[in-house]
C-alpha cells in the first residue's frame, strides 16, 4: 500500500464505487466479482489493483474483500453523498435565501426539506401545521403573518395550550391588526408581539427549544420550502437568531399593534 492525496482517494471512491458497492457485503470471488460488474478481465484487474495500491481492498486466495481502511472510507463517502443529495433537495429553499443570510449546514444535512411542487404549493405549509400543532411553545421570526393559522392560535391560546412569541415586520402586524379577535388574544400573558424594522429574509420557528422550522420565501412572497432539524447545532444557530431578532425589535401591546406605535 503507498500513501496518497486525499484528492486521489476521493477519486478512486467515486469511480470504483460498483466495486466497494459489491464487497460491502462481504468477500467475492475474483471471477465472480467480474460477471457481476459485467466488465472484462483487464478492466476488473485494473479496478481491483488500483483498489489494493491505495489499501481499500486486499485479494487472498482468489478472494476480494474490503479492508477495515477501506470499508471506513467507503461509509465516509457514501456520507458524503447523501449530504450533497440533501443539499441539492433543499436548493429551492437554500437559493431564496440572501447570500448574507449564513445557513447552519446542520439545518440542511441533519434534517427534512419539504419543497412546494406546480401541482402541491401548499405542501411545506401542511407540514408546518402538523408541526406546529404539536408544540405548546412557539417562538416565530416571519417577514409575513399567516392568516390561516390565526383561528387556530387563538383556539389554543384560549385552552391555554399554547405560549406564543412572534417576532414581525410592521407589514405582518398590520396584517394582524385586520383581526380583532386576534388583537384581543394579544391580551393574553401567554402571547407577546414584537415589531421589527428590519427586512426579514426568512421565518424562524422554533418548537418547544428541540426543534426548529426554517421557511423560505420567494420573491413574491410565497413560500418556497420549510427546512425542519432537531440537531443540536441547527436548535443552537436558530435560537440564537431569534434573540438577536427580538432585541432589534419593539414589544407591542393588545391596544398598540398599528395604532399608537412607540
Not at 10 to 16: E, G
Not at 250 to 257: K, N, T, V, Y
Request: net charge negative; glycine share 6%.
Amino acid at each position: 500500500m503507498r500513501e496518497e492525496p486525499v484528492t486521489e482517494l476521493v477519486d478512486v471512491l467515486a469511480r470504483r464505487a460498483p466495486v466497494l458497492d459489491l464487497l460491502a457485503d462481504g468477500p467475492r470471488e475474483k471471477r465472480d466479482l467480474r460477471d457481476l460488474l459485467g466488465v472484462s478481465r483487464s478492466t476488473a484487474y485494473k479496478a481491483r489493483r488500483e483498489l489494493e495500491e491505495l489499501g481499500l481492498v486486499r485479494t487472498e486466495g482468489g478472494r476480494v474483500t474490503l479492508t477495515q481502511f477501506g470499508r471506513l472510507a467507503r461509509r465516509q463517502y457514501d456520507g458524503f453523498l447523501a449530504g450533497i443529495e440533501r443539499i441539492t433537495a433543499a436548493r429551492p429553499i437554500i437559493e431564496s435565501v440572501p447570500d448574507d443570510a449564513t445557513l447552519p449546514l446542520a439545518l440542511v444535512v441533519r434534517g427534512q426539506q419539504v419543497c412546494g411542487e406546480r401541482h402541491a404549493p401548499e405542501r411545506p405549509l401542511a407540514r408546518f401545521e402538523v408541526l406546529a400543532g404539536d408544540a405548546t411553545h412557539i417562538k416565530c421570526v416571519s417577514p409575513v403573518a399567516m392568516p390561516r393559522y390565526l383561528s387556530r392560535i387563538r383556539e389554543r391560546v384560549s385552552d391555554d395550550d399554547l405560549v406564543v412569541e412572534l417576532v414581525l415586520e410592521p407589514g405582518a402586524v398590520d396584517r394582524l391588526d385586520t383581526d380583532p379577535d386576534f388583537r384581543a388574544t394579544l391580551e393574553s400573558d401567554a402571547v407577546a408581539l414584537y415589531e421589527h424594522d428590519a427586512h426579514l429574509p426568512y421565518g424562524l420557528v422554533i418548537l418547544d427549544d428541540a426543534a426548529v422550522a426554517f421557511v423560505s420565501y420567494t420573491d413574491q412572497g410565497a413560500v418556497a420550502g420549510l427546512a425542519v432539524s432537531d440537531d443540536i447545532d441547527a436548535c443552537a444557530w436558530a435560537t440564537a437568531a431569534y434573540e438577536r431578532h427580538r432585541a432589534a425589535a419593539r414589544e407591542l401591546g393588545a391596544d398598540s399593534a398599528t395604532r399608537g406605535r412607540n
